[in-house]
Each structure stands twice: as structure tokens, then as C-alpha cells.
T-cell receptor
Framework: DVKVTQSSRYLVKRTGEKVFLECVQD?????MFWYRQDPGLGLRLIYF???????EKGDIPEGYSVSREKKERFSLILESASTNQTSMYLC?????????????FGSGTRLTVV | GDSVTQMEGPVTLSEEAFLTINCTYT??????LFWYVQYPGEGLQLLLK?????DKGSNKGFEATYRKETTSFHLEKGSVQVSDSAVYFC??????????????FGTGTQLKVEL
């Protein structure tokens, strides 16, 4: 069964800390994505990557950065965590962009910044 | 910009009732359209999709038809069950000119099915 695995299910961090959220996929997918999910706002795209070492800003990249050193791993970095970054973070992957596949999502990381 | 608008929830139905969740979209180009479902405590799962006008996606008794003339992709099910209780997200997918693709989601509609 194909999988997208997020390293933590729940995370509590202090304001100002540097936070790393890790995502690994075992499907050899080219494309990977980070979304945040907030009540009433749905899912909003933070960053995505369509190849190793490539990254593109999504709709709300401010306060975040990403790293993709290997095809299977896509990390989201909060450089200095703030309380307004308390949210559910979802990682997803999809194969070649020329094919019309849906995304496979991880189970999410619920981050609380105190 | 590209966007998806869904009806607000929660939607509360009795078991075996008919379900419609409305979804309309705005997009440049020709998007593919998707419905995702999120059960409590889980990530999103693909429910169904349609890639061009007049296509009908279907899965697990759910259906949605890609209507280009009304820019809509409404989700329907003839007889809902308690196990269908979840949050449903409509989404559109566009291929980006610079490479890659991205999904744009609606805000989600919570469905509660009661006995």
C-alpha cells in the first residue's frame, strides 16, 4: 500500500523555536506538497516541489521554508515559530504532472505553538 | 485567481437520505476536478475525479459530473449511511506552465449522518 508518512502526529513548540516537519513518501513520486488546514479556510498551499532540490511558493509561504534533498523526503521548516502558525499541516505527493492522478496525503501533524 | 467555492456546513441528514454538496469553481484553462474525503483523525483520501467537461466521476455510491457551462462539480449520493460522516473537499487541479501542478481546495463541507 502506498504511503505518505509524516514524522509526528502531534507537536507542541514554543514561540521563536525553529521547527522541522518531515514527510516521506515511498511511491517514487516527483511532486510533493505542504498544506495547512484551518477551520473555515480549508487547505491552503504553503510550498510545493516538482523535483529534487526544486521548490515553488504556494499561496501562503511567508514564515516557512522547505527542503528537498532527496526525492522521497520533503521537509517544512518554520524558521521562528509563532502562535498564528498553530495549525494542522498536511503533506501530499503525486506522480508526474503530465498524468492526471490525485494526490496521496499523509495523516497530518497537528502543531501547537505556545 | 483560481478558486473553489463549496456550500457551508455542517450538513445533517438522516440515514438513507439523498445528499447534494454544491461546488463551483473559477479557473483559467481547463482544470481537472476532484472530491476528497477526510474521516475524523485522518488525512484526505481521493473520493472521485473528472478530467474534462461532461465526465462523471463515481465511487462508493457517490457521483459528480463536470459541468463546464455552469462551472460546477456537485457531489451526490442517493442514500447516505452513518459511515459517510466526514468532511468533503472539492478541489481543482491545474498544470503549471513552469512545471508541476497544484490542487486548489474549497473550504470543506462537514457531513453528519444520523440514524
Amino acid at each position: 500500500d502506498v504511503k505518505v508518512t509524516q514524522s509526528s502526529r502531534y507537536l507542541v513548540k514554543r514561540t521563536g523555536e525553529k521547527v522541522f516537519l518531515e514527510c516521506v513518501q515511498d511511491m517514487d513520486h516527483e511532486n510533493m506538497f505542504w498544506y495547512r488546514q484551518d477551520p473555515g479556510l480549508g487547505l491552503r498551499l504553503i510550498y510545493f516541489s516538482y523535483d529534487v532540490k526544486m521548490k515553488e511558493k504556494g499561496d501562503i509561504p511567508e514564515g516557512y521554508s522547505v527542503s528537498r534533498e532527496k526525492k522521497e523526503r520533503f521537509s517544512l521548516i518554520l524558521e521562528s515559530a509563532s502562535t498564528n502558525q498553530t495549525s494542522m499541516y498536511l503533506c501530499a505527493s503525486s506522480p508526474d504532472s503530465l498524468q492526471d492522478y490525485g494526490y496521496t496525503f499523509g495523516s497530518g501533524t497537528r502543531l501547537t505553538v505556545v | 485567481g483560481d478558486s473553489v467555492t463549496q456550500m457551508e456546513g455542517p450538513v445533517t441528514l438522516s440515514e438513507e437520505a439523498f445528499l447534494t454538496i454544491n461546488c463551483t469553481y473559477t479557473a483559467t484553462g481547463y482544470p481537472s476536478l476532484f472530491w476528497y474525503v477526510q474521516y475524523p483523525g485522518e488525512g484526505l483520501q481521493l473520493l472521485l475525479k473528472a478530467t474534462k467537461a461532461d465526465d462523471k466521476g463515481s465511487n462508493k455510491g457517490f457521483e459528480a459530473t463536470y459541468r463546464k457551462e455552469t462551472t460546477s462539480f456537485h457531489l451526490e449520493k442517493g442514500s447516505v449511511q452513518v459511515s459517510d460522516s466526514a468532511v468533503y473537499f472539492c478541489a481543482l487541479r491545474l498544470i503549471l506552465t513552469g512545471g508541476g501542478n497544484k490542487l486548489t481546495f474549497g473550504t470543506g463541507t462537514q457531513l453528519k449522518v444520523e440514524l
